[in-house]
């Protein structure tokens, strides 16, 4: 019922309430949650990490007055390039409440633009993003604003990120405002991909390359910034967070704030490797044994193992190099064993497998993973791909050094044939050597038979002096194949009764030196040792004769009388007279070769029927 004045409800009415009564209140919306990328954004020159040399280079400038017009920041991604420009904005403008103060980069308290310019939102610091504004229209809007003083600041800084980004136009639109800008205007450019710039927009800059942060600063930093947030972060799981960043301090931060959620605050190993799918770094360690151990079962096994655990086999691969470049640095530099990314197992069994192994052996070894690791990642099997891989580095692990096969030869004892089925014990710390040079190709003994069969008559042994007897007894066995390719593909190394090592000519056949090991064993009735060598060697039999063949006619050529016989009869051509003897025995009616003197190399052929008057 309503009041007959005013025309309202009563105050006592159910469901109403008196005007004096105030308003339900609503919940006020919170804050929202920022990453810790930009929770822990660098707000001066003494938050960023890891890049000494271009603070210590702008300390210099600002503090000598040294300030140039433009600067251009490149580095990868995550290393601070917008963050430094940012910096270098307010340090330009900084001005204390009391209105003191100049350009600086010592900055303890945050002044009057301070707060505005780190957030991005002054409006005399403008940050333009050349991804979107790439045209030359909207680098026209830039040098027409540019002209006008700034509001509040002291200079106007236009903050270009991706620069690269910009067309040829834009750039060209640039340069005269870059080269001669007013004198309250500053520029800063970032860019991931810095040969894009042109080289008139480089000129007209200073540059700085913003260097990726090590591994063992970013465990630090990551460190420091769970103790803030009172997470607990196994030491362990911050380096392979360090790791999988790269250098990138945005990269750790976001990887970190994924494994904070995931952890559900806390940050551990398990978590880390569930989380980016990596491989577990013992087993990892326990799987490099087993390969150079040759164990091909057990490298199946613990590559099995870690993928049903959830690791992806290109990952694998990847750790799996990367200890093997490990190994490598430890075995050379063994200063690096004191960096803060490596776990204790990295260090202790890595510096052992260090001491075992060889450059060669770690060489090749990293030369097979680095053709293994996107072989499995494009393969549409992983897991098979991946054991190939290891197969074919447990093939190489079994083969012996060229030392160890000469020991072998000289003991008449069999070279192992490469196949690591039945495991070798490991010489020291379970590390084989692999074969720094070729594959030694040698005929290998059949097995002896169960039933006794009748022998055939022994082959007398033969030596042979000269690399010429090869080819001879080549062809007094009618092996014209064979005595072709000596000739043909053979570079000569070194040459001794029961060794050869020579390099292969162009488009010659891989297999050479075993079948010349097979035949000459066969030939001479004792095991020789062929192999191939990286060393360039000597001419080929082929190109020593065409040599001479060149030599023979350029001394004909150089004889007077030779000469004036060129030069009265036009067409002729000097021939190798032996050739001539042998065609004009075989046909009587060729006409008689014309020879020159009794020691004379080479005659004369004419086109001409006419006899030679001389």
Not at 144 to 152: E, F, G, L, N, T
Not at 297 to 308: I, M, S, V
Not at 407 to 418: A, T, V
Not at 543 to 557: I, P
Request: aromatic content about 4%.
């Amino acid at each position: 019922m309503t009041d007959q004045l005013s025309g309202l409800p009563p105050d006592d009415e159910p469901g109403f309430a008196g005007f004096d009564a105030p308003p339900p209140s609503r919940p006020e919306p919170g804050p929202g949650y920022r990453v810790l990328a930009r929770k822990y954004r660098p707000r001066s020159f003494d938050d960023l990490i890891g890049q000494e040399a271009m603070v210590r280079t702008l300390s210099n400038a600002f503090r000598t007055g040294r300030i140039p017009q433009a600067w251009m920041l490149t580095g990868v991604r995550g290393v601070g390039k917008t963050t430094t420009a940012r910096i270098l904005a307010r340090g330009l403008n900084y001005q204390r409440r009391d209105g003191t103060g100049g350009p600086t980069i010592d900055m303890p308290d945050m002044g009057l633009h301070c707060e505005a310019i780190v957030e991005g939102r002054h409006i005399d610091v403008m940050e333009i993003d050349a991804a979107s504004n790439n045209g030359v229209d909207n680098v026209r809007q830039i040098n027409d604003a540019v002209r006008y003083a700034p509001v509040s600041a002291r200079y106007k800084v236009y903050i270009v990120d991706e620069v690269h980004m910009l067309s040829t136009g834009a750039f060209n639109a640039f340069l005269k405002t870059l080269e001669e800008p007013p004198p309250h205007a500053k520029f800063v450019f970032a860019t991931t991909e810095i040969h894009k710039v042109p080289v008139t927009i480089l000129s007209r800059c200073q540059r700085f390359d913003l260097r990726r942060v090590e591994a063992g600063v970013l465990v630090e930093h990551l460190n420091r910034i769970c103790g803030m947030e009172s997470v607990t972060a196994e030491p362990e799981a911050l380096s392979a967070i360090a790791r999988a960043a790269e250098g990138s301090v945005r990269d750790s931060l976001s990887l970190l704030d994924q494994a904070i959620a995931h952890g559900a605050g806390r940050v551990g190993l398990d978590t880390v490797r569930d989380m980016l799918g990596l491989a577990d770094r013992a087993q990892v360690v326990d799987l490099f044994e087993a390969v150079m151990r040759g164990d091909v079962p057990a490298a199946f096994a613990g590559l099995r193992g870690q993928y049903d655990a959830g690791a992806d086999p290109a990952a694998v691969m990847q750790e799996l190099a990367g200890f093997t470049h490990l190994v490598t640095r430890l075995k050379l530099v063994p200063d690096a064993g004191q960096d803060a990314s490596l776990t204790e197992i990295e260090r202790q069994r890595g510096m052992a497998f260090a001491q075992g192994l060889s450059v060669r052996t770690l060489s090749r070894a990293w030369q097979i993973l680095l053709k293994a690791v996107p072989e499995v990642q494009a393969a549409s099997r992983p897991v098979a791909a991946a054991e190939m891989a290891l197969v074919r580095l447990a093939y190489a692990a079994d083969l012996p050094t060229p030392d160890e096969a000469l020991r072998m030869l000289k003991d008449g004892g069999p070279l192992p044939s490469g196949s690591p089925s039945t495991p070798s014990p490991p010489r020291s710390n379970g590390a084989t050597a692999l074969a720094s040079r070729p594959v030694l190709a040698t005929s290998q003994p059949q097995p002896a038979p169960a039933a006794p069969r009748p022998q055939p008559a022994a082959v007398p042994e033969m030596r042979l002096r000269r690399f010429e007897d090869v080819v001879a007894l080549a062809g007094e066995r009618r092996d014209i194949r064979m005595k072709a390719a000596l000739e043909r593909d053979v570079r000569l190394v070194r040459f001794e009764d029961g060794q050869i090592e020579f390099a292969l000519a162009e488009g010659g056949n891989r297999n050479l030196a075993g079948d010349l090991a097979r035949c000459l064993t066969e030939w001479t009735g004792r095991r020789w040792m062929v192999a191939l060598s990286s060393e360039a060697g000597q001419p080929t039999l082929r190109e020593q004769a065409a040599a001479a063949e060149r030599e023979l006619k350029s001394n004909a050529a150089s004889h007077p009388l030779v000469q004036a016989v060129l030069t009265r009869f036009p067409g002729a051509q000097i021939v190798d007279v032996r050739q001539r003897a042998d065609e004009a025995a075989a046909d009587e009616t060729a006409p008689e070769a014309a020879i020159l003197g009794d020691d004379a190399p080479a005659a004369l052929e004419t086109e001409a029927d006419d006899d030679l008057d001389f």
